[in-house]
């Protein structure tokens, strides 16, 4: 077998961080396809793109359907009962707002 890239221990270390938990099978898993996705990188990183360009777009300003230039992208004031209606159909809503749960935990406890 080539050299070994990563190992499971860490996998689990990268897992700790990220706050996931694996079992036994699933480290073996992962590190497995985590080694592999190593060596496609090695793999790219050899080939010679000396007198390649940047590439900085693929689309062309195009999008996935093929049509130019979509419309720009700009806030409209709605009315009160869309407004309710939307409310209406969320989970949870505190102050007229839908509340959604924290992403970033600035508790300081590490959990």
Do not use: C, W, Y
């Not at 700790?16 to 480290?27: M, R, Y």
């Not at 396809?33 to 990188?41: A, N, T």
């Amino acid at each position: 077998m080539a050299e070994e890239r990563i190992n499971a221990e860490q996998v689990q270390h990268v897992a700790g961080l990220a706050k996931l938990e694996f079992t036994a099978d699933e480290l073996g898993t992962f590190t497995g396809q985590l080694e592999k996705i190593i060596g496609m990188f090695e793999e790219l990183s050899a080939v010679d793109t000396t007198d390649v360009p940047a590439t900085m777009r693929l689309d062309d300003d195009t999008n996935r359907l093929g049509q130019a230039n979509m419309r720009p992208d700009k806030a409209v004031k709605s009315d009160e009962a869309l407004r309710q209606a939307l409310l209406k159909n969320a989970p949870e809503t505190a102050n007229g707002l839908i509340k959604v749960p924290a992403i970033i935990d600035e508790s300081g406890d590490g959990e």
